[in-house]
């Protein structure tokens, strides 16, 4: 009984000292720094200025029983954990030349620190995209080095995807408590923020000011954490690049509601020889990772969403936090999808917006991300009280000027990783990688994107749109392609 409450005192006094911006005895200097959080002592590495800790467990292992059920909090440790080294990535498909360790016990985050904080500092957690098919909380893109050094604390997480972290089938909504199955990468994601909310101020962070971010299926997973009343309060502003719920089609393989995400997971077990929930908790994990199968978070599963993304902020029962979204200017030369369709009845105004490009899919697919940015970007200003702020980035990679700027290009200008690609970047790069950090940092410590030194950027409004163009040039544009955005208004309306 003493040791233990010696131990919560400990752990109550260092979580006073960083928060009062002071460094612990074991921190000082270019010693291995060690912080005490609930679960136990970690100790990490120093390194340019900056504190990380990598492989800190959120969640219990999801293998064997736990498969497919809701994250469980990860249990505890006696001694100092090692936090030096990468944990394993969420089983997934991948190829024979990527060995990087995979495991079911994969729930993970990886933060990083300055040295020199000065606490409390605002929290950045990034979540990585992949398709909900693939990605880690390891990509040297998302190192969060640079970022630490300009005042936050930066925290990447692990979560389930692919068939292990998104597929619903009937024995699996027979059992949860809950009444409802997939969905589960989310409510690892949900499970992971509840780790920072309880564990954050140990690094100097700020669990009172927490931006959730992330890019393609990352950012979709924001709309989806925006709209889920289970994530109330976990976070305080939100970040969304390239891709949403917004999509009326429901992501890449359709919407689904809990009967018809059921019906797609038990087609899916039968493939594998596998029709009852024990049989697939039996199956190796490999068994799942030998082929990419499309998986896609459940709207209206009753328990994450219970209803579309698009309604739930059309109410406006978002979580109403300051909104940052935009998408890339040429987002089709890497993500391609017909979500546009020419139809007889479309079919004059779809050759009017469309028919001059050689390669109509790309345009259109660049056209209709666009249309999914600027739909979270208006529905949260209209409904919601927060503000939104929508970006519209148009810089090529150096090396690669014939795709446009791609899918997916921002990144490493986010995180100021440039390095981590093999291009001949150029002085402007650096600049709009500058520029660029600036208004993510300004955003997540004020929910403002603006700061000294940078151009304004107003906050977004539909009846006089306005949004800023992320280039060497940086300006406030009208909507870029306004004419094929207001033919996709329609479209999508009437799928909808």
């Not at 990598?54 to 219990?60: C, E, K, R, S, T």
């Not at 000065?118 to 040297?140: A, D, H, Q, T």
């Not at 490999?286 to 969403?305: C, I, N, Q, S």
Request: proline content about 7%.
């Amino acid at each position: 009984m003493t040791s233990l409450t010696n131990k919560g005192l400990r752990r109550v006094m260092l979580t006073a000292l960083l928060l009062a911006g002071a460094t612990p005895l074991a921190a000082q200097g270019n010693a291995a720094p060690q912080v005490e959080i609930g679960q136990g002592a970690l100790r990490g590495v120093q390194e340019d200025g900056v504190r990380k800790f990598l492989n800190i467990p959120f969640g219990a292992s999801t293998a064997g029983e736990r498969r497919w059920k809701a994250p469980a909090p990860a249990s505890g440790w006696s001694g100092v954990r090692d936090a030096t080294q990468f944990g394993p990535i969420c089983p997934q498909w991948r190829p024979p030349v990527d060995q990087r360790p995979m495991s079911e016990d994969c729930l993970s985050v990886n933060v990083w620190t300055p040295a020199d904080r000065k606490g409390p500092l605002p929290v950045m957690v990034w979540i990585y995209g992949g398709g909900f098919l693939g990605g880690s909380n390891r990509e040297p893109a998302y190192d969060g080095t640079a970022l630490a050094k300009m005042g936050v604390v930066l925290v990447t997480l692990n979560y389930r995807i692919g068939p292990l972290g998104f597929m619903a089938h009937p024995g699996l909504t027979a059992e949860a408590p809950y009444k409802a199955s997939g969905n589960y990468g989310i409510l690892d994601q949900i499970e992971g923020l509840k780790w920072v909310r309880d564990n954050i101020a140990a690094f100097g962070g700020d669990p009172g000011n927490v931006t959730v971010f992330g890019e393609s299926a990352g950012s979709t997973a924001i709309s989806i954490l925006q709209a889920s009343p289970l994530a109330k309060g976990l976070f305080h502003r939100a970040i969304g690049e390239s891709t949403s719920q917004f999509d009326p089609d429901g992501g890449l393989v359709g919407r689904k509601d809990m009967r018809e995400a059921e019906t797609y997971g038990a087609d899916y077990g039968k493939k594998l020889g596998a029709e009852t929930v024990a049989q697939l908790r039996a199956l190796p994990m490999d068994a799942f990772t030998k082929e990419l199968t499309f998986f896609w978070p459940t709207e209206r599963d009753g328990h994450v969403l219970p209803d579309i993304v698009y309604n739930i902020f059309a109410a406006g029962k978002q979580n109403d936090v300051p909104t940052l979204v935009g998408a890339n200017s040429m987002e089709g030369s890497t993500i391609r999808k017909d979500w546009v369709k020419r139809t007889d009845e479309n079919a004059a105004d779809y050759d009017r917006i469309y028919g001059g490009f050689e390669d109509q899919l790309r345009q259109s697919s660049t056209d209709a991300v666009q249309w999914q940015m600027r739909s979270w970007a208006k529905l949260q200003a209209e409904t919601g009280k927060a503000g939104a702020w929508l970006y519209w980035f148009d810089q090529p990679w150096p090396g690669k000027p014939e795709l446009g700027a791609f899918h997916g290009n921002e990144i490493v200008y986010v995180f100021r990783n440039l390095q981590v690609e093999d291009q001949p970047w150029q002085a402007e790069d650096h600049r709009l990688s500058e520029l660029v950090a600036n208004y993510w940092v300004n955003f997540a410590r004020n929910g403002n994107p603006n700061g000294p030194g940078l151009p304004e950027w107003p906050r977004y409004d539909d009846a006089d749109p306005k949004v800023m163009r992320l280039s060497p040039e940086p300006a406030v544009i009208g909507t870029p392609r306004a004419e094929a955005q207001a033919f996709l208004d329609d479209y999508f309306d009437k799928r909808r």
